[in-house]
């Protein structure tokens, strides 16, 4: 789940807000053309303050995949088209029992506090208040991925600390495409391309491996003129089960 989650942290399409919106995408997730779950993204957002939620769900598939959720929502406040994160909270649980509960609240200088449950069994990695500094939450880092400066979407990075690890996520602008689809959006789409870049809080293996070969997600924005913002259409995504096609199935207004 944890690279799915990594997916849905790249699926930051929306631009600045200049007046209150609101918006529920629902996805459809496959690997190797087999369905393995929905995923969708729930955005509540105005010039001083924003709500975020995404949920993933996987199916178990030929006992390659498994029944489970993961949730992750992030809240906070948007100062000199600035994110500052307030709390974020992630819950994931299977159909085995097995769950876990994450929240990191944050100050004006980053993170302030990790509470997990339960506690990791392995020690993390060396993390020091230098590298949390002005870190954003994996939601929240959705807004802040919109910044461009300029007339296209992405083209910018993002310091993400997800309450273990310190890593960047980079996304540059890869150009204006059409998507035809059977369901869900069809149209004008602007393309992105993310990666991520480890920077503390992982094991020399880890971030060695994740250097040489980083994770890398695409991502194809389209326009969603009455609401004022790009959203995410169709995210190409790698996963524990192979590479994943994710692409919306229905986006309603709220």
């Known amino acids: 789940m944890r690279a799915l989650a990594i997916a849905a942290v790249l699926t930051?399409?929306?631009?600045?807000?200049?007046?209150?919106?609101?918006?529920?995408?629902?996805?459809?997730?496959?690997?190797?053309?087999?369905?393995?779950?929905?995923?969708?993204?729930?955005?509540?957002?105005?010039?001083?303050?924003?709500?975020?939620?995404?949920?993933?769900?996987?199916?178990?598939?030929?006992?390659?995949?498994?029944?489970?959720?993961?949730?992750?929502?992030?809240?906070?406040?948007?100062?000199?088209?600035?994110?500052?994160?307030?709390?974020?909270?992630?819950?994931?649980?299977?159909?085995?029992?097995?769950?876990?509960?994450?929240?990191?609240t944050f100050n004006e200088t980053g993170p302030a506090s990790v509470l997990a449950l339960p506690p990791p069994q392995k020690k993390p990695g060396t993390l020091s208040d230098f590298h949390k500094k002005g870190a954003l939450d994996p939601v929240s880092a959705l807004l802040a991925l919109a910044a461009s400066g300029g007339a296209t979407p992405c083209g910018t990075t993002v310091p993400v600390f997800d309450g273990w690890r310190r890593f960047d996520i980079t996304v540059a602008y890869g150009g204006e495409t059409t998507i035809e689809a059977n369901e869900g959006y069809s149209g004008p789409a602007h393309k992105c391309e993310g990666r991520l870049t480890p920077v503390a809080g992982y094991s020399a293996k880890a971030m060695t491996e994740l250097k040489e070969d980083p994770q890398k997600v695409e991502v194809w924005l389209?326009?969603?003129?009455?609401?004022?913002?790009?959203?995410?259409?169709?995210?190409?995504?790698?996963?524990?089960?192979?590479?994943?096609?994710?692409?919306?199935?229905?986006?309603?207004?709220?």
């Open 12 to 104: 930051g399409g929306l631009m600045p807000i200049t007046a209150q919106a609101a918006v529920t995408i629902d996805y459809v997730m496959y690997v190797g053309g087999a369905k393995i779950g929905t995923m969708s993204l729930a955005a509540d957002v105005d010039p001083q303050r924003y709500q975020l939620e995404t949920q993933i769900k996987t199916e178990e598939v030929a006992g390659a995949t498994e029944d489970a959720t993961l949730t992750l929502f992030a809240a906070g406040a948007q100062e000199d088209k600035s994110v500052k994160p307030q709390i974020f909270t992630s819950d994931y649980v299977n159909a085995g029992g097995q769950s876990s509960q994450l929240q990191i």
């Open 222 to 254: 389209a326009p969603m003129e009455s609401a004022g913002f790009l959203v995410p259409v169709r995210i190409i995504a790698p996963t524990p089960y192979g590479g994943a096609v994710i692409r919306s199935t229905a986006i309603r207004e709220d």
